[in-house]
């Protein structure tokens, strides 16, 4: 059986006390998946893996990392216990070289592991080696989400969780950072990702949860839930079509 590196249990997190945003929202992530996370603007889903990552106080609920209670751990922390997270902007040192971005990245690694894992990186994202001198700043929009997901894995997390990777990038980049996601998940890594890209999304991912008003309101086999005509319609904004190929019920 597969082992189980994220279990949210019932999490509740919010930005003031006595408001919650998370309002009781569970997931569970296995070994080598990608998890999705899906659900209209404002459901709160930068808000619930925001709070599983420690940037978001918790009040109440648990997160469990490989068996270890990591519930209201904060951000600093959670490297070290094998969470990484990369945020929707301002993800790299846009100013500092791809390698700096990189060296900066590995600075909690062993001084001797850094260039050999520097090394594993170039060779899963070889674009990245062959721009290692330039700003980050001055890559194209999918390359620089290429450097802030090689920064994330420079220390080998046991998760790797995104907010929104295709956010504002044109057409061409968006499959090149899907197309990322799958080769780092072919490379061991397993993954939990919030999109509003949910086509795109639920075409690489296993699972997927649908959050709404801060709880999972649907959970299923990702490529299942973008043909359930519920989900569909109400939270992904499109009418399931059985002709192309969908189930309908
Ligand atoms: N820093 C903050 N302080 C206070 N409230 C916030 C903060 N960030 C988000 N919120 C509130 O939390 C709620 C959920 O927002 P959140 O950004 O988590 O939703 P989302 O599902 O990620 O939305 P989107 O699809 O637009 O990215 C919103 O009502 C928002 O106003
Ligand atoms: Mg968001």
Known sequence: MARTVLEVRSLEAGYEPGVPIVRGASIRVEEGEIVVVLGPNGAGKSSFIKAIAGLVPVS?????????????????RMVRLGLAFVPQTENVFPLMSVEDNLKVAGGVLPKREVAPRIEEMYRLFPDLRERRTTPAGNLSGGQRQMVAVARALMV?????????????????????????LTDVRKAGVTILLVEQNAKAALAIGDR????VEGR??????????WNDPVVAELYLG?????????ESR
Not at 156 to 180: H, I, T, W
Not at 208 to 211: E, F, I, P, Q, S
Not at 216 to 225: I, R, T, W, Y
Not at 238 to 246: I, K, W, Y
């Open 60 to 76: 109440g609920g648990s997160v469990t990392l490989d068996g270890q209670d990591i519930t209201g751990a904060p951000a600093h």
């Open 208 to 211: 997927a949860y649908v959050l």
């Open 156 to 180: 080998r997390p046991k998760l790797l969780v995104l907010d929104e990777p295709s956010a504002g990038l044109s057409p061409k980049f968006v499959s090149m950072v899907f197309q990322m």
């Open 238 to 246: 499109h009418r399931a079509s059985p002709a192309q190929g969908g």
């Open 216 to 225: 999972d309101a649907h959970e299923g086999v990702a490529s299942e839930l």
